[in-house]
Antibody
Framework: QLQLQESGPGLVKPSETLSLTCTVS??????????WGWIRQPPGKALEWIGS???????YYNPSLKSRVTISLDTSKNQFSLKLTSVTAADTAVYYC?????????????WGQGTLVTVSS | QSVLTQPPSASGTPGQRVTISCSGS????????VYWYQQLPGTAPKLLIY???QRPSGVPDRFSGSKSGTSASLAISGLRSEDEADYYC???????????FGGGTKLTVL
């Protein structure tokens, strides 16, 4: 059974870079046809799609975040990661990793448990 | 302001049938599949409905989805206390090239 687990710092200073990792177990991230993605949820607010990456390395980002986001794969560790630069308080959220069916089919299943990242000095 | 519009709240009594609406446009719901997620308090969202009306294995048939034009609905029949959660709709938007989510509906079981 495929399982995802986020990890990374829970506190990031304004203007710095947020870095998170999603460790996948029960399956290989380099399996063909698989996509991997990140979604976030500010406290008390709705879900927001950040972006997705295909097993080949092709990436798809939310245009509103595109200039600050990088999603990458580490096949040797069966992980994929998220980097968000120049963070502000507006980036405070629970960050989830999940497996989408494709970049244009938001069938996210399964999800990680989520990790809260607070942007504060 | 979410691209997909959901009512902020809904409620029902045990055993009742409730529906949650999701309104979009021709560039999202009107031309793509709709997905529904259930988020229990303090937990990650869970896929409830995919491709407008398909249920993943393990999701009770009390949950059903439908789509007509640029709107979609999630229906929950035989309401139970454990259905109390936030529900989100989602779709791909061809114009924005982005996954869009609704603002979420908080379902209260009275």
């Amino acid at each position: 059974q495929l399982q995802l687990q986020e990890s990374g710092p829970g506190l990031v200073k304004p203007s710095e870079t947020l870095s998170l990792t999603c460790t996948v177990s029960g399956g290989s991230i380099s399996s063909s046809t698989y996509y991997w993605g990140w979604i976030r949820q500010p406290p008390g607010k709705a879900l927001e799609w950040i972006g997705s990456i295909y097993y080949s390395g092709s990436t798809y980002y939310n245009p509103s975040l595109k200039s600050r986001v990088t999603i990458s794969l580490d096949t040797s560790k069966n992980q994929f990661s998220l980097k968000l630069t120049s963070v502000t308080a507006a980036d405070t959220a629970v960050y989830y990793c999940a497996r989408p069916y494709s970049n244009s089919h938001p069938r996210f299943d399964p999800w990680g448990q989520g990790t809260l990242v607070t942007v504060s000095s | 302001q979410s691209v997909l519009t959901q009512p902020p709240s809904a409620s029902g009594t045990p055993g009742q049938r409730v529906t949650i609406s999701c309104s979009g446009s021709s560039s999202n719901i009107g031309s793509n599949f709709v997905y529904w997620y259930q988020q229990l308090p303090g937990t990650a969202p869970k896929l409830l409905i995919y491709r407008n009306n398909q249920r993943p294995s393990g999701v009770p048939d009390r949950f059903s989805g439908s789509k007509s034009g640029t709107s979609a609905s999630l229906a929950i029949s035989g309401l139970r206390s454990e259905d109390e959660a936030d529900y989100y709709c989602a779709a791909w938007d061809d114009s924005l090239s982005v996954v869009v989510f609704g603002g979420g509906t908080k379902l209260t079981v009275l």
